[in-house]
Every structure is written in C-alpha cells, then in structure tokens.
C-alpha cells in the first residue's frame, strides 16, 4: 500500500469514506481513523498497528449531535464534562449505542468518546461526516506520534493517508473518564487535570491499582509509551552521561550532556517527551533518565507516562 501525503483535510476525509484508515493531527497526538461504523475499515487500524484486539478505540466526533450516534445514554456527570470539556483534551466513557460495532469497544458495552479541539482534526471529522475510531498514530507500543513525520516512520505503506498538520501542541494523550459509574473513575490521567475534573463533577473515583484496572480504556492494559532505551526516572540529572545515554528534565546538569532536553515547565516536558524519546531511538540512546515532577496538575498526567515507559522496557 502507498501511503498518501496531503495538506487538505477534504481529501484526507475522502479516503476514510472509501474505508481506509488516515492519520490525522489533534491537540493531543496524532491519531490513526478509520470509519467508526464500519468494522472492517476498524480493523484495518488493529492491522497497521499491530495492535491486541481487546484493547478498545476511542470515538472522535466533530459535533455534540454526533456523540448521541454513539452513545446509548449520558449520565448527568458525563453532560457536565461534555459541557466543560468538549472540544477538548477529555474522553468520556458511557454505554455505547447498537450501531457501535464490536471491533470498536472490543466487545464491550462502553464505548469511549472524545472531541478534538484541533482545527485540522475539526476540520477533517467534519468533512469524514461520521464519528470515526482512532487510537494513536504509531505501531503499538512505540511512543506516541507527535508528528506526521513520526506517523511516516511508523505506519509508512500501512496505512491509506497521512493528513499533515504542525506538531501536537499539547504531546500528551486525553484524559480518560468512566461515567458508567457514580461518582466517575478516572481510567488515564491526561492533559484535563484532576483540579479541573472536580471542579466540574465534585466527586471522582481513581483506577485501580495496575493490573487490575478495567480494559475499557485504551492505554491501560498493553504495553504502551515506551522507547526502545530503557527509561529510569531520578530525582536529579546524573553527574555524567556516557555515550548510548540520555537525559530530559526541568533541572539542568552541572556539565551539558551530548543528548539533553531541558524543559522550561511542566507543560515544556509533556510536549517534548515523546518527541525526545523518539530521536533517541533514532541515534541508538540505551538509557534515558526521566527527571520526575511534582505530581499535581499536568505533572500527574507526566509522571503515570514516565513510570509506564520504565516499567515496559
């Protein structure tokens, strides 16, 4: 297969309605659709990525009408987030409706919806005209694509198009929330702060410990985040790095590293990390050191990607 490069939207939107997959930019990561009613474009993603069947797909809708296509019901908490959050960085889980096929939720009877507030990806699902499943642009368990050059590497030739858009603004993936259940559980910190969560709901429940947590949001049960270097997290830059190593973090070493990445802010480091762990890869980096952060606001979204890239080595 010859994947196709463009700059335009209604062109990317054509070749989903011809039940290919396409790579497309959000606010998060990029992220690879196909038609979400139709389950043998879906599985075409399972494909191209290489990813397990039970590991579930979000729902990217352009409009709110679109989410009741979906959806066989909102809890009061969900219309609450929808209504706060939506276009935005936040997945919200409810009972899916019938015209959800199976390959989507893998078989179950959520589905997890989200918005994009991205004005390629309004763009594009706009001109798609139907709510189309997407997990990220990469090949499972690779970091996430904050760049249509980093979907190329992954999934050149696998996939029917890549719509080009500038770099992830954000380079973390959405926030996930239950609302099957009273109060809401988060299933996945994310680019939605937990503060901003309660403000919005007033009570939330947290995922259970690893390895016992529900398989119906993505990012939970696989593999997932990690470079192929090993990934150790530290308080502190290490006094020296040799050559296969790497470093990223807000605090500056006392002499610079040949490969470093010094971040300026929380916000600074969930943007370069994926991107960093990357271009690492590229140069053949055998260690990162991972400088932890204070885990409030976008730091807990940070600091889960971390130790879930040192634990997948």
């Known amino acids: 297969m010859t994947t196709v490069l463009t700059d335009s ?4 939107a054509s070749y989903l309605r011809r039940g290919q997959t396409v790579a497309f930019p959000t606010e998060t990561v990029y992220g690879l659709g196909a038609d979400a009613f139709n389950p043998d474009a879906v599985r075409l993603i399972f494909e191209a990525k290489g990813r397990p069947p039970d590991n579930p797909l979000i729902v990217h809708v352009a409009t709110r009408e679109q989410i009741d296509e979906v959806v066989a019901s909102r809890s009061a908490a969900a219309n609450r987030l929808i209504e706060g959050f939506f ?42 005209g139907r709510p189309v499943a997407a997990p990220s642009a990469n090949r499972s368990g690779r970091p996430s694509p904050t760049t249509w050059e980093a979907v190329r590497d992954d999934l050149d030739g696998r996939i029917g ?18 609302c099957t259940v009273d109060p809401p559980v988060v299933l996945r910190a994310g680019a939605v702060s937990v503060e901003d969560l309660l403000e919005a709901v007033g009570e939330l429940a947290f995922s259970p410990a690893r390895g016992e947590r529900p398989t119906r949001s993505p990012g939970l049960k696989h593999r997932h985040y990690a470079p192929s270097a090993k990934v150790i997290i530290v308080d502190h830059p290490p006094d020296e790095l040799h050559e296969q190593e790497a470093y990223i973090g807000m605090e ?20 370069e990390l994926f991107d960093f ?15 932890k952060v204070r885990e409030e606001g976008l730091g807990v979204a940070l600091m889960d990607r971390l130790r879930r890239a040192s634990e997948n080595r």
């Open 161 to 178: 198009c890549i719509l080009r858009g500038e770099r992830a603004p954000l380079g973390l993936e959405s926030t996930v929330v239950d």
């Open 87 to 128: 276009p935005g960085p936040l997945t919200v889980i409810l009972p899916k409706s019938y015209a959800v096929p199976p390959e989507v939720t893998a078989g179950l009877e959520t589905v997890a919806v989200r918005m994009p507030d991205h004005p390629v990806a309004q763009a594009f699902l706009r001109a798609c």
């Open 277 to 291: 762990f990357r271009q690492c890869d590229a140069v053949g980096i055998q260690t990162i050191y991972c400088q």
């Open 252 to 271: 500056e070493p006392e002499n610079p590293f040949l490969h470093q990445r010094i971040c300026s802010s929380v916000d600074e480091y969930a943007y």
């Open 9 to 12: 939207p209604e062109e990317a």
